[in-house]
């Protein structure tokens, strides 16, 4: 069964007051919409497509020639009208993947385990979920009393007992094609947004007597999407730590975790020493044995094994 995927970037994202596009703020180094592609790249599908509306031109330029395909959703009118623009891109029958292009934190290997648990269960649609102690704006997730998948409630239009529901949408989707279609044919903006919502999608599916398989996030950072400059701020620094995690694991010592920050397209070599402060960007690779002294930012640098950088040093390649 073929797969494609559809990253939803048309958000005008108001609270970020930018004139940049959403999904083009930087996170970890690179674009938020790039973190989304590098992860979807892992599972081949046949074809991406990246749904863009405000300021298309800029996403636009930033894909030229990356071998996505575009459509465009002009004016927003909720997700399920911007899953729709993607529908003529798409087979007729086969898998969709769908995903939102301001997630840096979702992992290749959650996404491949959607997909999987759609096609072990041959559920209409598989979508994550997370149990959270504040479920806050997310949609909540209504389940049966035997704890199935009933119907995703935006927060805004919950009840006082669907309010109270803890597990949400963690807003990534796996959906059989043919039963897609009809069920985004059937979506009406009868809500407090006047949007076609894309959760809607599971209730029709659902009184359709279709099954929808629930897969709760491991780790609920995986969802974190990017609306405000503090969220762009939490997802860097949750993804720098990722990073600075994964050089303690390789035998990197790390002196002050939370003044380090090291791009996820940097190299580093075994018994090498970063001290507090230190800043690694632009594809650095070290050696093994080195030792970068405190405050000292390096861009595009290559050290051979045994190297020394005095503190505050700044050295750029290129």
């Known amino acids: 069964m073929g797969l494609s995927a559809v990253i939803l970037a048309a958000g005008e994202g108001k609270r970020l007051k930018t004139g940049r596009a959403k999904v083009l703020h930087e996170a970890g180094g690179r674009p938020l919409l790039d973190h989304v592609l590098a992860v979807v790249g892992p599972l081949a599908p046949d074809r991406t497509i990246v749904v863009v509306g405000h300021l298309r031109e800029q996403v636009e330029a930033h894909l030229a020639g990356r071998g996505v395909a575009l459509a465009v959703q002009d004016p927003p009118r909720g997700t399920g009208d911007a899953l729709a623009k993607a529908l003529p891109f798409l087979p007729e029958a086969g898998e969709v993947l769908v995903l939102s ?13 959607i997909v999987e648990l759609r096609r072990s269960t041959g559920a209409s649609a598989a979508l994550a979920t997370a149990v959270l102690a504040d479920a806050g704006a997310y949609g909540r997730i209504v389940r049966s009393r035997a704890g199935d998948v009933t119907a995703i409630v935006e927060a805004k239009d919950a009840s006082d007992v669907q ?16 039963k897609l279609r009809p069920a985004l044919a059937q979506l009406r903006p009868n809500n407090a947004q006047c949007e076609y919502y894309l959760t809607d999608v599971i209730g029709t599916l659902v009184a ?43 035998g990197v010592a790390v002196l002050d975790p939370a003044t380090t920050w090291v791009e996820e397209d ?11 402060g230190v800043h690694l960007r632009c594809g650095c690779t070290l050696g093994e044995r080195c030792r970068i002294g405190a405050g000292s930012v390096l861009e595009g640098v290559t050290l051979e094994a045994g190297a020394t950088i005095p503190p505050l040093t700044f050295r750029r390649t290129g």
Not at 101 to 113: E, N, Q
Not at 224 to 238: I, K, P, Q, Y
Not at 266 to 276: A, I, M, N, Q, S
């Open 163 to 178: 309010g109270a529901i803890r597990e949400v949408n963690g807003g990534t989707y796996v959906f059989d094609l043919s």
């Open 101 to 113: 292009g301001d997630v840096p934190l979702i992992t290749a290997v959650t996404l491949a385990a």
């Open 208 to 250: 359709a007597g279709l099954e929808v398989a629930g897969f709760p996030l491991a780790d609920v950072a995986e969802m974190a999407g990017v609306n405000s400059r503090a969220d762009l701020a939490e997802v860097h620094r949750l993804l720098n730590a990722r990073v600075i995690g994964r050089l303690q694991a390789a």
């Open 266 to 276: 940097c190299r580093v070599g075994p018994d090498t020493v970063l001290e507090p």
